[in-house]
């Protein structure tokens, strides 16, 4: 079992940075891919980043250069730093982990970029 907990989402005007954690209940460094999520309001969940235990990672394109997922493996924890915010970035972030086959969600933390 894992649980995942969000937290640092917020208000933030185009052009701001953020940076998301998630903080795992057990060791994080033997879980195999941990991964962020986000929705938007009428819009299927999308993938944002991943990275594995191999420290491999991978972004969908419209974030990529803005946005870096990284971990902490003495805090159990991984991040998002989010650079360059856009109104369209806006959505519920999920912290995502799969372990020996089997699937974690976090609750989501709400992202929001306006003026």
């Known amino acids: 079992q894992v649980q995942l907990v969000e937290s640092g989402g917020g208000l933030v005007q185009p052009g701001g940075s953020l940076r998301l954690s998630c903080a795992a209940s057990r060791s994080i460094s033997s879980i195999n891919v941990m991964a962020w999520y986000r929705q938007a309001p009428g819009k299927q969940r999308e993938l944002v980043a991943t990275?594995?235990?191999?420290?491999?990672?991978n972004y969908v394109d419209s974030v990529k250069g803005r946005f870096t997922i990284s971990r902490d493996n003495a805090k159990n924890t991984v991040y998002l730093q989010m650079n360059s915010l856009k109104p369209e970035d806006t959505a519920v972030y999920y912290c995502?982990?799969?372990?020996?086959?089997?699937?974690?969600w976090g609750q989501g933390t709400q992202v929001t970029v306006s003026s």
């Open positions: 995502y982990a799969v372990h020996r086959w089997v699937n974690y």
């Open positions: 990275l594995t235990s191999g420290e491999n990672t």
